[in-house]
Structures are given as C-alpha cells and as structure tokens.
C-alpha cells in the first residue's frame, strides 16, 4: 500500500502564508511527478502547481508568483509554499504523486485533502 497524508493546512487571514507538506510512504519503488489540486465548494477539482521528478515546475495562472511547489525526494515529500493568499485560494487542497511500486505497478495516488481557509 500506498499513502499520502498531508498537512499544514487551516485558516489564515487574506496576505497570509501557509505551507503545506504531503508525505508519502509504503510501497514505494519510486516517485516521478507530484502536484498539488484544490477544489472549492460548488467547483470541480483544479491544478495549482506540479512538480516533475528533476523539479521542473508547473502552476496555475492564477497562483503564479505566489504559491511555490518544492520536493525532497530524500525524505518523498512535495511542498506548497502558499503567500499572499486570497479569500478565493479557500479551498481543500489535495497532494498526488505518480509512483511506481516495487511490484511493478504505476498509479496515480491521492492524499486524503486539508483544508485551506482565507479569511478576508
């Protein structure tokens, strides 16, 4: 098995930051690209920012230059560094990896989602 459990997520007020970690652990034989999702209420579920296995990073236009996505493949660990945030980041945010199993199975996992609320 295979699991993803986030953290650091909660309320902040509106120009805050929070940094959120996903870690991943089990049956791992290895970890290519990682990303963060979110989805609102009422919303479907929308890329923030993905990282691919040599760091090359992605993210959503309406979190560039503000959210950063970083990983520690020592520790299979993807970050989100979240700044300056708006009531409209308020979301559940979702860590995912694409991992590949010592037996030789590749899936895309998800974490479970934590909760990012901005106040205004």
């Known amino acids: 098995q295979v699991q993803l459990v986030e953290s650091g997520g909660g309320l902040v007020q509106a120009g805050g930051s929070l940094r959120l970690s996903c870690a991943t652990s089990?049956?791992?034989?290895?970890?290519?690209?990682m990303g963060w999702h979110r989805q609102a209420p009422g919303k479907q579920r929308e890329l923030v920012a993905a990282?691919?296995?040599?760091?090359?990073?992605d993210y959503a236009d309406s979190v560039k230059g503000r959210f950063t996505i970083s990983r520690d493949n020592a520790k299979n660990t993807v970050y989100l560094q979240m700044n300056s945030l708006k009531p409209e980041d308020t979301a559940v945010y979702y860590c995912?990896?694409?991992?590949?199993?010592?037996?030789?199975?590749?899936?895309?996992?998800w974490g479970q989602g934590t909760q990012v609320t901005v106040s205004s």
């Open positions: 089990g049956n791992i034989f290895s970890i290519n690209d």
């Open positions: 995912n990896a694409l991992i590949g199993t010592r037996t030789g199975v590749i899936l895309r996992y």
């Open positions: 990282i691919t296995k040599t760091s090359s990073t």
